[in-house]
């Protein structure tokens, strides 16, 4: 993916490598604006508000974070798969999954004290998670089975074990389990910067900036992230040069499970104290988004994830005026139009001398 | 016996979504073009049949204009990725994305609800003489649409096998660069195979929309990832395709008569997608993609 890029200076590269995503993100928002006037309202004025809301005040801008946090984990986790050449579509359920046995353990060990509780939720719902991601990994690396199609079929498998746990932890009456303890609560955000005051984010936000932090040492500072990354490059070659192209692969779709996983903690251990069958909504889904437009770097995850958060809460904002799936038809739009303009920017590339 | 019959009926009647939409993505991998807008597509058609019955209030004209809405989901698969060349599997997911903002979106727009359109008409039944009579699957065998997928079931096998262009799509799907040597056209039989299978899946969700008489928000509910799933358990054969749906059919069919005892349906539910895992594992038969499968055609580097 970088190939093509090699050849200009440094400068100019990191430049070309930010152009593609931002131009893509123009080029949805220019396409998105057609719905908006279809509406028969004026777009501008809906951008505006919608950025304004999101961003300009401290509530909007801690929903924003809020609902950037599990992208920052499904987006790690995606782009890591890509890293090695893999495409994991199951970070959906393994974010449920994740959620689920935070909840589990929170409930469970209720009255554990905080020091002990939650890292064993954390821990839980990275096992949750990784265990998931294993599968198609192990799969993959022995049978060599396609895991696009196995962690499609995962996240289906892993919302009808929900349920059917459910019928056994849920509250009566209710798709809900039971209240953590309060050992296991990962604590706001308006705590400690009070302009935030009244929104949803949590610590989760800062264990996810960190998570970024392990990947890109991992990726870029380990040798078996190097591996990785050789196996997703040229597997081949990487092979013929002593690396296990199975062993990579399932570590691959453990680690990223794993990511997925952890991104529970933010609504389950951070915002609501318990788990909801259907709290991920999508953000799995979304991770793919990020992923590619955070051109598989940590930094461009986190960055890609803050935006596609400023768009899930500004949809609420303009609800009123615009209905709110316009956010996800920008969604979809931002997916489909950033692999179009890459393709288009990598040929140019390719032609340069 | 006419209990079997009966289950058999419910069976056929689920399958038929799954059916229309696993014959047109096996149809448009052959030619090596992965198709995970589906779901997508058939959203798109059950929304443009609820459009199209609603404003003409004929279920035909809704039909035609689902068709539409299918091929043209298809024609947007085929423009990002035979067109530019980009990553099929990323275009299906945001095309499934776009479909779920964009339904809503409409719906709101002309119905004023995100969840629900107002009534509509749905398809009339034919009294077919000889097989509307039979009993237990008389009426099932009197709804247009089902004769017409078992006619598209075999129409498909024979084009996909018979055919000359089925040969040339297969051919295309194995080998894009041997086949264009011949002077075929890549990307012209990749687009024909999208909006085939577009229209398929937008019929499939004319059936759904029909059915229920109205488009609910996300009513499609995976379907097009089941057919995915029987497409790839029928080997990327029309035929196959259709016996993997009759079977996660018959699974669901299976999961309404046990509703309220105490067998787990979850259990149920999950055997369409743990058979496709054992089947891409090899455990049951090989499920073994066109070689070409995933892979953007690009004739500069076969120059």
Known sequence: ?353 | MSEALLFLAAALRISVPYTLAALGASINERGGVINIALEGMMLHGALAYTLGAFWTGSAWAGVAAAVLAGALTGALHALVTVRFRADQITSGLGINLLAAGLTKFVLKAVFGSSSNSSRVVGLPEWHVPGLSDLPALGPVLSSPLVLLTIALVLAGHWLLFRSVFGLRLRSIGERPAAAATLGLSVPLYRTLGLLISGALAGLAGAWLASEQHSFTDGMTGGRGYIAIAAMIVGKWSPLGAAAACLLFGAAEALQIALQGSAFPNELLQMLPYLVTMLALAGFIGRAVAPAAIGVPYDPEEHA
């Open chain 1, 1 to 353: 993916m970088s190939s093509p890029a090699r050849r200009v200076p440094r400068a100019a590269r990191a430049l070309l490598v930010a152009a593609g995503p931002l131009a893509s993100v123009a080029l949805a928002l220019g396409a998105g604006a057609l719905f908006i006037l279809a509406i028969g309202e004026h777009p501008l004025q809906i951008y505006g508000l919608l950025f304004r809301q999101s961003l300009g005040t401290g509530y909007g801008l801690g929903q924003s974070l809020f609902k950037a946090t599990p992208l920052i984990f499904t987006g790690l986790a995606v782009s890591l798969g890509f890293r090695a050449g893999l495409f994991n579509i199951g970070a959906e359920g393994q974010l449920t999954l994740g959620g689920f046995a935070a909840a589990l353990v929170g409930a469970g060990l209720a009255g554990w004290p905080a020091p002990l509780l939650l890292p064993l939720c954390v821990l839980a719902a990275a096992l949750a998670g990784g265990l998931w991601g294993g599968i198609p990994g192990a799969l993959k690396a022995r049978l060599g089975s396609h895991e696009v199609i196995n962690t499609i079929m995962l996240n289906f498998i892993a919302f009808a074990l929900v349920s059917w746990w459910g019928h056994r932890v849920f509250q009566p009456a209710t798709v809900r389990t039971a209240t953590i303890g309060a050992g296991a609560h990962l604590a706001r955000l308006d705590a400690l910067a009070p302009a935030l005051r009244g929104s949803p984010a949590n610590l989760a936000l800062a264990l996810g900036l960190i998570a970024a932090l392990a990947v890109g040492a991992f990726l870029f500072r380990s040798r078996r992230g190097y591996e990785l990354r050789a196996v997703g490059l040229a597997p081949g070659a990487a092979e013929y040069g002593g690396i296990s192209i199975g062993a990579n692969q399932a570590l691959a779709l453990v680690l990223s499970g794993a990511l997925a996983g952890l991104g529970g903690v933010n609504f389950v251990n951070g915002y609501k104290h318990f788990f909801e069958q259907g709290f991920a909504g999508g953000a799995g889904f979304i991770g793919i988004a990020v992923a590619l437009l955070g051109r598989n770097h940590p930094i461009g995850v986190v960055a890609a994830a803050l935006f596609f958060g400023v768009l899930g809460y500004g949809g609420l904002v303009i609800n009123a005026r615009v209905p709110k799936e316009l956010v996800e038809i920008l969604q979809a739009l931002v997916i489909l139009i950033a692999i179009v303009v890459q393709q288009v920017i990598d040929r140019m590339l390719r032609r340069l001398p």
